[in-house]
């Protein structure tokens, strides 16, 4: 899993328990005369406390916490395309393309077997392919077998002859 949907993740997962918290808090309190009580008390005090400097940095923390949470979005959502270069021109391949030829490859491969596919880019253009790896007697066999049969996959089909990671987990 990549770097920036773990963060993204995270962040969600913090906001959604802050903001349920939140609710109970509140639903809580239109119920409950002591602890309403409580939250008046407690709301004077903070009232006591506010001042423009004090706003200012929480303005600003809540404003990098939402600008953080609209970058990662971007991140993870963008689109990712692989540039390859033919003869005479260059083209890009969308990340679902290259899935789709390698998903079915494994498919023709191990029909008994439910793999999960992820493709990575990446920078300059590197391809990244983890798969989870079959139980079988002679992987050795089978890896040199996945590389030469996938690079050959990659090549004919989609024009990318450079070298491409394999990356496969043993289940």
């Known amino acids: ?12 997962l913090f906001s959604l328990i802050f903001f349920m918290g939140l609710g109970c808090i509140s639903l809580s309190a239109a119920v409950n005369v002591p602890l309403r009580g409580q939250m008046e008390l407690m709301m004077r005090q ?3 406390l506010l001042e423009p400097k004090t706003l200012a940095f ?3 923390l809540f404003l990098l ?18 540039r390859v270069s033919l003869k005479s021109s260059k ?18 491969l191990m029909p008994n077997q439910n793999n999960q596919l992820e493709i990575i ?3 300059q253009q590197k391809l990244e392919i983890l798969t989870n ?10 890896l040199k077998r996945i590389e030469n ?11 990318y002859k450079e070298e491409f990671i394999l990356t496969l987990h043993e289940a």
């Open 1 to 12: 899993m990549r770097f920036e949907s773990v963060l993204l993740s995270l962040i969600h």
């Open 46 to 48: 903070v009232q006591n």
């Open 58 to 60: 929480v303005g600003l």
């Open 149 to 159: 049969e996938l690079g050959v996959l990659l090549a004919r089909k989609l024009g």
């Open 91 to 108: 083209i890009l391949i969308d990340r679902s393309i290259i899935q789709e030829y390698v998903e079915s490859y494994f498919k023709t």
């Open 133 to 142: 790896l079959p139980e079988t007697q002679d992987k050795e066999i089978l």
């Open 121 to 123: 880019f990446h920078p």
């Open 65 to 82: 916490y939402g600008l953080t949470l609209l970058v990662l979005l971007l991140l993870g959502y963008r689109k990712s395309f692989l």
